[in-house]
């Protein structure tokens, strides 16, 4: 099994509650194939760089899993075969990746700044 992640565009046009049934939908084919889901992230509406299907808007989604590399080609023809999907893309992670991940989810890259108080 491989490590996996996967970020999702979805249109603009959507509601925020189908826009999260849509992408629930993803990981309940990943689950259906046996996959073992780590993470799921909604980042929400957010400006692309460019026009995708002439929208400049998109719900972007991140997908962690742990799966058989035939289970990205299942999940990727759903990609496909959704007319919600503007774009999406699907990289594998390496042991480097998988603990910076680890590392992101709790929140260790987060740093609080202090202020330091002057004294006169």
Do not use: C
Not at 7 to 19: D, K
Not at 63 to 77: C, H, K, N, R, W
Not at 93 to 112: I, P, S, T
């Amino acid at each position: 099994m491989k490590n996996y992640e996967t970020v999702f565009i979805l249109t603009p046009v959507l509601s925020e509650e189908q826009m999260k049934d849509a992408a629930n939908g993803f990981v309940k084919v990943l689950e259906k194939a046996k996959a073992k889901v780590i993470n799921t992230e909604f980042w929400g509406l957010k400006k692309m760089a460019y026009r995708l299907q002439g929208k400049s808007t998109g719900f972007y989604n991140l997908i962690e899993f742990e799966a058989e590399p035939s289970v990205v080609d299942v999940l990727e023809t759903q990609f496909r075969r959704d007319e919600r999907v503007l774009r999406f893309l699907t990289v594998t992670l390496d042991k480097h990746a998988v603990k910076y991940n680890e590392k992101r989810r709790k929140g260790e890259f987060k740093k609080v700044k202090v202020k330091e108080e002057v004294t006169a």
